[in-house]
């Protein structure tokens, strides 16, 4: 898929060369069937468990990819980003194993459960702005001063290919793939699955979910030029924050390639995530269940075999006791 101002453009064998180089840090998911979903949607249906990953997030596979990538005197210089947790926690984690230095940027809105686990990887964490963009201001002030390497959460081409590697992982272990349900947000994961799905799996569409509250991207879409929008409070936070103002690569190729958006309420998320526990035994965080939110509300219906990507586990675990109590009866 290439860009229209600056021809950089990012391709499968890119993002082959990303599963290559990130392999020995990353699992290969598994894949596994729901009975329940399947009988529900009269399809086979998949879930695509990212949420296994180290670090609880596919997020490991970016940041893993960018920081492999980087000159020895980037490496020494030490790296920065903003973050609403799971990306800061996966740059954190791998820039300690590569002995890198991080500093992270969060939002004091942030999970204090993500917050500790960043810290517990010894990285600089700062905890400022009362919402992304103004974490983000932040950050870019201390980058400047420090003179760190600024490695975005989705807005990168190697960020891009690192999340696309969940796709060539899903058509390997299920080529009959025809539908990919995703969480989506800054758009690097729908960016990645869709350069996949459009150029090694055509038949195959994708479907990005969001929340209600605030889905910047999808309004995005549906406007056809970048919005911002206040945030607001969410069981989905890992899908919190704008799409930056200088949005270079993923509007642009979420709007190329991805073919559906759907919309799902608190209610719906906190109902899939006590599914997921209940029914599969998983613990995830409420970004990650948005596609199966999408799945069991009906506003998805897959008319072929349908994989859903599980995206994320860290679920602040008071959160998961008060949704269980509330929706236990359900499932
Ligand atoms: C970041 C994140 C997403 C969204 O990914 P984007 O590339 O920003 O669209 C979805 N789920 C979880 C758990 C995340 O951490």
Not at 122 to 137: F, H, I, L, N, Q
Not at 169 to 174: N, R, S, T
């Amino acid at each position: 898929m290439t860009h229209p101002d600056t021809r950089i453009s990012v391709t499968v064998d890119d993002i082959q060369a990303a599963s290559q180089r990130i392999n020995p840090y990353i699992l290969h998911t598994p894949l596994i069937p729901s009975r329940f979903l399947s009988e529900k949607c009269a399809v086979p249906v998949f879930l695509k468990l990212e949420c296994l990953q180290p670090t609880g997030s596919f997020k490991i596979r970016g940041a893993t990819n960018r920081l492999l990538q980087l000159s020895p005197e980037e490496k020494q210089r030490g790296v920065i980003t903003v973050s609403s947790g799971n990306h800061g926690r996966a740059l954190a984690y791998t820039a300690a194993r590569l002995g890198i230095p991080a500093t992270i940027f969060l939002s004091v809105h942030t999970p204090i459960n993500k917050v500790e686990a960043i810290r517990k990887t010894g990285a600089v964490t700062m905890v400022t702005g009362d919402c992304y963009d103004e974490a983000e201001a932040a950050a870019v002030e201390y980058e400047r001063i420090h003179n760190l390497v600024h490695i975005p959460s989705f807005d990168n081409l190697q960020i891009i290919a690192g999340q696309g590697t969940i796709a060539l992982e899903i058509f390997e272990d299920a080529p009959a793939t025809r539908h990919i349900i995703f969480p989506l947000s800054g758009g690097g994961m729908g960016s990645g699955i869709g350069i996949v799905a459009r150029n090694q799996n055509p038949p195959a569409s994708i479907w990005g979910v969001s929340m209600e509250r605030a889905p910047v991207m999808v309004r995005s879409l549906e406007a056809g030029k970048v919005l911002t929008l206040p945030e607001e409070e969410t069981l989905a936070d890992g899908l919190k924050g704008g799409l930056g103002i200088t949005n270079q690569y993923t509007f642009f190729l979420c709007q190329q390639l991805v073919d559906h958006t759907a919309l799902v309420s608190e209610e719906e998320i906190g109902k899939a995530i006590v599914f997921l526990y209940k029914e599969h035994h998983l613990i995830v965080e409420g970004s990650g269940a948005v596609g199966v939110a999408a799945l069991l509300s009906g506003k998805v219906v897959p008319d072929g075999p349908a994989t859903v990507v599980i995206s994320g586990s860290n679920i602040d675990l008071p959160v998961l006791m008060r949704l269980v109590k509330e929706y236990s009866g359900l499932f």
